[in-house]
């Protein structure tokens, strides 16, 4: 079992950064692959970033590729979505998942959610 929790998000402008954290608590965080999603209003739930187990290899939709770093820190269980360039496309719930089978899925847990708005 895994839970998660999300933190950080919050109102900025276009242009701003947010990081957002993500604390996990259960024994199994080091051996899941950790991701990132996010909903906005109206639209499907979509993937933005994942990062693996042990090796940190890491991958991200092509909307936010060169904007946006997944990375994790096991020691202090957490993972973290660092977020800059932001744009009011940006705009979303934004959800973290564990995958205990790897970068393949599936996100068998999920966190509640942190609002992040981009005002143009």
């Known amino acids: 079992q895994v839970q998660l929790v999300e933190s950080g998000g919050g109102l900025v402008q276009a242009g701003d950064s947010l990081r957002l954290s993500c604390a996990a608590s259960g024994r199994t965080f080091t051996s899941s692959a950790m991701g990132w999603f996010r909903q906005a209003p109206g639209k499907e739930r979509e993937f933005v970033a994942s990062?693996?187990?042990?090796?940190?290899?890491?991958r991200s939709a092509d909307s936010v590729k060169g904007r946006f770093t997944i990375s994790r820190d096991n020691a202090k269980n957490t993972v973290y979505l660092q977020m800059n360039s932001l744009k009011p496309e940006d705009t979303a719930v934004y959800y973290c998942a564990a995958s205990p089978n790897g970068l393949g899925g599936p996100y068998a847990y999920w966190g509640q959610g942190t609002q992040v708005t981009v005002s143009s």
């Open positions: 990062i693996s187990r042990i090796s940190g290899s890491t």
